[in-house]
RNA sequence: GCCCGAGUGGCGGAAUUGGUAGACGCGCAGGACUUAAAAUCCUGUUGCCUGUAAGGGCAGUAUCGGUUCGAUUCCGAUCUCGGGCACCA
């Protein structure tokens, strides 16, 4: 009989699901005397195209991972499950008039046969879908936590809103808002990315995706629901450091938190009209602060129309106006060029007590730091470029540090030492200083401007510091003063949490028509979707679900007053935030996760997934998580503990796949032809798991003939019996090393946590080529092979082990073992070489001596015919390797 | 512009982290089996030069330079490609 892959792989998938061989325990039928191990993949959106060929490569590096665990005596958690809301659902809806349940349960049922198909080991009880009542009353749920709690700063962590002090002094109204003001969740009107094609907002990560694939996208002002995941910046900065994380991915969140480092400075304002007021901005470098010679104003700024003065008035609307109209992505495209206004105010520069002006300028973005600056053109590119464009001072307040020596001198006088820079010191070194003095000129004239850090200059009472010095002692001088203080700012920015769609997790909140929200009780949840046939989208910008009168009106539980649904619903991230949690606990009705449970199984111990979730899903995540854990249903700080990405597989021509191309692979197609186990194999044999690399369809047929051959090893052919060369005998020693070899090879392989897999592989495929040099193989050693083989081929693995006359799965068969005697091997092959060439080789006795090995190079003919009438300098003897004689 | 990552045969990729470059697979070439083909099995396969042959020589891991007895591996500079961020003060 010959390797019927489709036959064995249909039979072995069919027990696998009626035995549920796969079915993790529940907590308390445990051995918890076993170690426990959780693996996760990231969970698929099940799209209308089902499985792309990208999907199986990390599935089957975690199921590598999972049957070798189980194989190694772990309680192993490894579940599957579907983050069906979402974008794509919805517009297919819209198209098709269904709704998107209908569409998304197809989707599900098609990608949950295609795993099947591949044998992954997952535990189908515990499947997950976020768009399931039950699940996303659960999401829900979560949003009340975070609506009904704030962060407490000085605890630096999320508290009850119960707890939260309120300042003396206010009426209900003042106190109502005061507690809103620091709700984890919050409603502001704000600028949001409006993609009028897609009818929604969109979150700023979502946006070039959007724009990729051809929709516009426009600034606008809308009221929208916000994660303060800001208050976190910190936290979620300073616990990347315990993860075993990707460097890379690490390196992204640090950067997309972006903290900086600095302080903040109070500006005197010398309005118009004569009133005192002041403004603070934020600098990384408060050591140039003496170079300050204007300030630039964002044009949302809203002091503004305080202190524009009349006559420019008109210029300065007119300026407001069309920054109002650009979006982000106009503004950043023109960036090029600069633009501004005068406001025709004035601010005094605190440290040099200098009068500048103030302009106002799109290049100040209101959404970071205080969303104003003070521009120190001679030591900032942006500053510099609008300074030259409007004509402004720019004042050199650091030099390099080359031109220390000339730059300022210490002088000794009778009042003891000073520092002396600027004219004077020009003077006095009479043309010594002539590339200083360019340097000054350069940035004067606006030719260049110096951002890197040195040595202060011009700045008065830091005259001579160096930057790190002349940074603190600024702090210093300006909270002395009580002008300024030290401060840190994070580029990240908070979560916008709503959109105007149908098909997402609906908010668990009702308004009142005066104005007042209402955050409904736990028990109120689910508030689930409205069950509609079809419906359309309002094109006002507001969700689909204000249309849907029946749903969108009810009674308030308490009052009997008639209130109106929130109808914006959720982003697609919420539902995947917290799933990793519900593997754990998914039927509980209690509690999303019962945290005994979660203490026994968090944190994840391998996360595998693509890169795109580098920052959007796993910032998410890991600050929902920090929530839970702060509020108490969580035991654990962080959920991932080891994360891994795997590359993208191209299409065979080496370019990104894609309908329109033509490249794409359908895996169906390749399971069909080839099997999965093959699929499985090739996906792992392409290299190394982060790697990008291209598809290759001769390279899956030539797993498939490796598993023929593994196959025909074990069976005959014609006969369908054992193969007639396995014999029930006493392995030959070269048969264990052989073996040994093996399991060590691929033991290590996993072990490592590299996932390099076609090492492993490649390894089999020796010793299948061995096996068949053989006349004679024991039993003993194929069976051996055959559970080596089960993580990655596990269908072809449990027929052969069926087989070779096993009643039971090797599912949880223990994982062969090693003797690291039998891996030596007792010749070597060691190189002689001449001046690091090699010459010559020679095969030894294993563990040879130096001496020995020494005297053999000193015999070989090569060896001699290349130090033949030269002097040997020195003998270089490496123990099993080799030996190399340097001569001259 | 800034931050990551990577450059090795015709192709995907190995190389115990400073010690025999090219494991394993694909492709290709040759042979065996077959009436023939497919399948299968075996052999060869970095390039150039040289030899009838066994063999020998030279070059070679993006480029240039350095450290070293010895460098794909370490250091410096450059180039190319991929990914991310992008007026964040």
């Given at each position: 009989m010959k390797y019927e892959h489709l036959q064995i792989e249909k039979k072995w998938q069919d027990f696998w699901i009626n035995n549920k061989t796969f079915r993790t325990p529940e907590i308390d039928e445990l051995d918890k005397s076993k170690p426990k191990y959780y693996v996760l993949d990231m969970l698929p959106y099940p799209s209308g195209d089902g499985l792309h060929v990208g999907h199986p490569e990390g599935y089957t590096a975690t199921d590598i991972i999972s049957r070798y665990k189980r194989m190694r005596g772990y309680n192993v958690l490894h579940p599957m499950g579907w983050d069906a809301f979402g974008l794509p659902a919805e517009q297919f809806a819209l198209k098709k008039k269904i709704n998107p349940k209908v569409g998304v349960e197809e989707c599900v049922k098609r990608f949950r046969s295609q795993l099947q198909a591949l044998g992954f080991s997952y535990d189908w009880d515990r499947e997950v879908n976020t768009t399931d009542e039950e699940y996303y009353k659960w999401t829900q749920w979560m949003f009340l936590k975070l609506y009904n709690s704030y962060f407490d700063d000085n605890v630096n962590k999320a508290k009850p809103i119960e707890q939260l002090e309120i300042p003396e002094g206010l009426d209900e109204t003042g106190k109502a808002k005061y507690v809103d003001s620091q709700r984890l969740a919050f409603i502001s009107e704000s600028p949001v990315n409006w993609c009028p094609e897609l009818g929604t907002v969109l979150a700023n990560e979502e946006v070039p995706e959007q724009i990729e694939k051809g929709f516009t996208v426009v600034r606008r002002m809308m009221k929208q629901w916000k994660l303060r995941i800001t208050k976190y910046a910190q936290r979620l900065l300073d616990d990347l450091e315990e993860l075993h994380w990707p460097e890379n991915i690490k390196k992204l969140q640090y950067n997309w938190i972006g903290r900086s480092d600095g302080a903040t400075v109070r500006f005197e304002i010398k309005g118009s009209d004569g009133k005192n007021r002041s403004i603070d901005v934020f600098t990384t470098r408060p050591d140039t602060l003496f170079g300050a010679t204007y300030m630039v104003f964002a044009p949302e700024h809203k002091i503004i129309p305080e202190i524009v003065s009349d006559g420019q008035k008109e210029a300065v609307q007119k300026y407001i106006d069309e920054a109002s109209r650009k979006s982000d992505l106009e503004r950043a495209e023109l960036s090029k060029d600069k633009t501004g206004v005068f406001t025709g105010a004035h601010a005094i520069n605190p440290a040099s007590g200098i009068e500048i002006p103030i302009f106002i300028s799109d290049y100040v973005l209101m959404s970071y730091g205080t969303g104003a600056i003070m521009s120190v053109p001679g030591h900032d590119e942006r500053d510099m470029e609008f300074a030259v464009k409007f004509g402004l001072d720019i004042i050199p307040v650091v030099t390099p540090a080359e031109y220390k020596d000339v730059a300022f001198k210490k002088i000794r006088t009778e009042e003891g030492e000073i520092i002396i820079s600027g004219k004077g010191l020009e003077k006095m070194l009479n043309g010594e200083a002539k590339e200083f003095n360019n340097y000054c000129e350069e940035i004067k004239k606006g030719k260049t401007s110096f951002t890197g850090e040195g040595y202060s200059i011009n700045s008065g009472f830091l005259t001579g510091l160096p930057t790190a010095e002349a940074k603190e002692k600024m702090i210093k001088w300006l909270e002395e003063k009580g002008i300024g203080k030290r401060s840190t700012n994070y580029r990240l920015r908070d979560w916008l949490f709503s959109r105007q769609r149908f098909w997402g997790e609906p908010f668990p909140l009702v308004h009142f028509e005066d104005g007042r929200i209402k955050a409904l009780k736990e028990e109120d949840l689910p508030v689930r979707l409205p069950v509609v046939s079809s419906y359309t989208t309002s094109k006002t910008g507001e969700s689909p679900l204000s249309l849907i009168e029946d749903w969108l009106y009810t009674s308030d539980k308490d009052t009997g007053e008639k209130v109106k649904r929130e109808t914006n619903t959720m982003p697609q991230w919420a539902g995947s935030c917290w799933y990793y949690l519900r593997y754990?606990?998914?039927?509980?009705?209690?509690?999303?996760?019962?945290i005994e449970k979660e203490k026994y199984w968090m944190p994840v111990d391998l996360y595998i997934g693509g890169?795109?979730?580098?920052?959007l899903h796993l910032l998410y995540a890991r600050f929902w998580h920090k929530v839970l854990f702060d509020l108490g249903y969580l035991t654990t700080r962080e959920p991932f503990n080891v994360l891994f990405n795997q590359g993208m597989i191209l299409g065979e021509d080496g370019v990104k796949m894609s309908k329109s191309r033509g490249n794409v692979i359908n895996p169906d197609d390749m399971i069909r032809e080839y099997g999965a186990d093959s699929m499985r194999m090739f996906e792992m044999f392409m290299?190394?798991?982060?790697a990008t690399k291209p598809w290759s369809t001769e390279g899956i047929a030539g797993l498939h003939r490796f598993l023929s051959r593994v196959w025909r090893l074990v069976i005959d052919d014609r006969t369908g019996e054992i193969n007639s060369k396995i014999v029930d005998e006493e392995p030959s020693d070269e048969q264990k090393k052989m073996l040994h070899t093996t399991i060590k090879k691929m033991t290590r392989d996993i072990e490592d946590g590299d996932m390099k897999f076609n090492t492993s592989i490649a390894q089999m495929m020796i010793f299948v080529n061995e096996m068949y040099k053989m006349e004679k193989v024991s039993k003993e050693i194929v069976e051996q092979f055959v559970l080596l083989l089960s993580p990655y081929a596990p269908h072809i693995s449990e027929e052969l082990w069926q087989r070779l006359g096993n009643n039971e799965s090797l599912a949880y068969h223990k994982w062969p073992e090693y003797d690291e005697a039998l891996t030596k091997a007792e010749q070597i092959t060691v190189a002689f070489s001449v001046n690091g060439k090699v010459r010559s080789k020679r095969s030894v006795d294993a563990d040879l001596s130096e001496k020995d090995l020494e005297q053999l190079a000193f015999d070989d003919v090569s060896v001699n015919k290349h130090i033949f009438g030269k002097n040997i300098v020195k003998i270089i003897v490496v123990k099993n390797k080799m030996v190399n004689i340097v001569v001259k």
């Open positions: 754990i606990d998914p039927k509980n009705g209690e509690i999303f996760c019962d890169s795109e979730h580098a920052v290299g190394p798991l982060e």
